[in-house]
């Protein structure tokens, strides 16, 4: 009997000395993948933080360039008596 148990830890102990290389190279290429991953994940995310950046940029410069213009004719819209564009297409439609 003791004969038998001693055969069959050595049989275990070979065959769990591949299986266990097998697992730890599965593993570590697993790792790897997850980095790429995360790398590539990390690029993405800087290239579209770098384009709406960009495009707050040029919405500020719309909004700055415009708003000095949007505000005079608001004033003068604020001093004429004449009735907005809005009254106009209301008026235009109802005749």
Do not use: C, W, Y
Request: glycine share 4%.
């Amino acid at each position: 009997m003791h004969n038998s148990f001693v055969d069959l830890v050595a049989t275990l102990a070979v065959f769990s000395i591949p299986i266990t290389a097998i697992v730890a190279g599965h593993r570590t290429k697993m790792a790897k993948l997850r980095i790429e991953a995360d790398n590539q994940f990390g690029h993405q995310a800087n290239d579209r933080i770098a384009a709406l950046e960009d495009r707050i940029r040029v919405l500020e410069r719309i909004v700055t360039d415009r708003g000095s213009n949007l505000a005079h004719e608001i004033e003068a819209l604020r001093g004429a008596d004449a009735p907005t564009p809005l009254h106009d297409v209301r008026a235009t439609a109802a005749r």
